[in-house]
C-alpha cells in the first residue's frame, strides 16, 4: 500500500523520468536507453550495481491500461518472467499487486532468496520517491 493516489503511482511507473529515480533495489541505478510503453512496445536499460557491475535488461510491455495495470515479459539474459503490476485505488492511497510469474518451479525457487528483499527495497525506494512528488 502506497500513501499516494493511484493516478500518481502509475505515473511513476509509466514515465522513464520518475522510474530512474527509484527503479531497483538499494543502492542501484539505471540508463534507460529505450522505454516504449504500450503494447509490443520495448524497454531496454543497463541497471548499475553498487558493486559496479553493468546488468543489461531487457522487457516487452504487453498489456498496459491507464491506470490499473501494466504487464511485461523480462526477456532476461539471465531469467525470464511475466510480471503483472496491479494498481487499485483505496481512500486516497494505492494498492500494488505485483506479480512475477517465472517460466518454471525451479527457476522461481531459486531466484526467491534474493529477488523477495530486491523487491522490497525498490518499494521501499518508490515510497520516498512518491513523497517528493506529493
Not at 502509475?10 to 522505454?35: C, I, M, Q, R
Request: glycine content about 6%.
Amino acid at each position: 500500500m502506497f500513501a499516494a493516489p493511484r493516478e500518481l503511482v502509475f505515473e511513476a511507473f509509466s514515465n522513464p523520468d520518475h522510474l530512474v529515480h527509484w527503479w531497483g533495489p538499494k543502492g542501484f541505478t539505471n540508463t534507460f536507453n529505450e522505454f516504449d510503453l504500450r503494447p509490443g512496445g520495448a524497454w531496454r536499460f543497463v541497471m548499475h550495481g553498487p558493486d559496479g557491475v553493468d546488468y543489461q535488461i531487457a522487457k516487452d510491455f504487453v498489456e498496459v491500461v491507464k491506470p490499473e495495470r501494466i504487464v511485461l515479459q523480462h526477456l532476461g539474459p539471465v531469467h525470464r518472467f511475466r510480471m503483472t503490476m496491479s494498481f487499485a485505488e483505496h481512500s486516497g492511497k494505492t494498492e500494488l499487486t505485483w506479480c512475477m510469474r517465472f517460466e518454471s518451479a525451479a527457476e522461481a525457487t531459486k531466484v526467491r532468496s534474493f529477488i523477495t528483499e530486491a523487491n522490497e527495497q525498490n518499494f521501499d525506494r518508490l515510497q520516498e520517491y512518491l513523497a517528493t512528488l506529493s
